[in-house]
């Protein structure tokens, strides 16, 4: 069974740092594109940063370029999105997904496999 699980999440001041992860279980993380989306309350759900399986690329939208950084662990099944001089407009619920394909994508429908999410919130 195809499964991921986001963890990381908390209440972090303006500019703080947090790192996200993305444990996968029931698949082989190496053959999955894995995308971070995220959902604030009122908003749709937007795409954060992807990362391809086999030639490791990676996307990001640009409102969180230079800021956040996904990068992926095949050995230990997990991918990271690092997240650093966090805004108040950060704060959402943070998810993680996976597909089957060998090229990322940060559109939601690009992906079947979704965690529960965890809740970040950047506040002073």
């Known amino acids: 069974q195809v499964q991921v699980v986001e963890s990381g999440g908390g209440l972090v001041q303006p500019g703080g740092s947090l790192r996200l992860s993305c444990a996968a279980s029931g698949f082989t993380l190496d053959n999955y594109a894995i995308g971070w989306f995220r959902q604030a309350p009122g908003k749709e759900r937007e795409g954060v940063s992807c990362?391809?399986?086999?030639?490791?690329?990676?996307d990001v939208v640009d409102s969180v370029k230079g800021r956040f950084t996904i990068s992926r662990d095949n050995a230990k099944n997990t991918v990271y999105l690092d997240m650093n001089s966090l805004k108040p407009e950060d704060t959402a619920v943070y998810y993680c997904?996976?597909?089957?394909?060998?090229?990322?994508?940060?559109?939601?429908?690009?992906?079947?496999?979704w965690g529960q999410g965890t809740q970040v919130t950047v506040s002073s």
């Open positions: 997904a996976a597909e089957p394909r060998p090229r990322c994508a940060t559109y939601a429908w690009g992906y079947r496999y």
């Open positions: 990362t391809s399986s086999g030639t490791g690329r990676t």
